[in-house]
């Protein structure tokens, strides 16, 4: 369901759904603010039907191994879980490094940085959205946050996924800013490098159309300059001030 975008989201989304034709559903919704966003998830769940959904932002790249893992999990144990949770790699500057744990807010039970539930059981009672855009989160019937159920029911996985929130996600700053708080997710960051034999998910690898920009373009001087300065200050600051989740 696309929300108003103004880039080449639409037109990319339309070849996919021609390569996918029974596979993906389309739906232009048109712009919405903060609070619509939540409204328009609600209305997705509610026509979701299968007894395990998986949640996949337009910022995130999986392996193939990892969307395996995942499936076979629940296949296996779904009838005893409810939630599972994933680890990712939180990509900054380019595609070339990403941000170490310290920079992860999330917490779920015993774990904190980068992790993520990205699999829900849809029968957990009572199960909706509440809070807008950039706190917003699933609640069950008593409004309680299904990451603070019964941890019996949640499993974490080893497969990771690779998540651009971080990044600059459009052809222009301008394009991306448009977008309700994507002001707050683009960080000057020099993150740890990736290994030189490091496989990335296989989808970068493959045929893209024109209109789809090269993945592999390193991070810009100018960026790379600001980030050299504000990296220090951030790493400063994530030991002394604690950070919450959500923006």
Known sequence: WDTGSTDKTVEIIKKLKEAKPDKIEVKKVGEVDIEEFTKVRQAMLDKTESDWFLIVDGDEVWWEKSIRGVVDLIQKEGDSLETIVSPYYNIVGDIYHYQDQSGGNYRIDDKKGHYNIRAVKRTIPGLHLEKPHGQQGFYDKDDVLIQERNKKGRKFLDFPYLHFTNMRRSSSRSFDISVPKRDKKLKYEIGMRFP????????????????????????????????????????????????????
């Not at 789809?212 to 390193?218: A, F, I, L, R, T």
């Not at 002394?240 to 989740?245: D, I």
């Open 196 to 247: 030189e034999n490091f496989a990335y998910p296989e989808v970068f690898y493959g045929d893209r159309p024109e209109i789809v920009s090269s993945p592999w373009e390193k991070m810009p001087f100018v960026y790379q300059m600001r980030a050299i300065l504000e990296t220090p200050f951030k790493r400063i600051k994530r030991k002394l001030v604690p950070s919450k989740p959500g923006y």
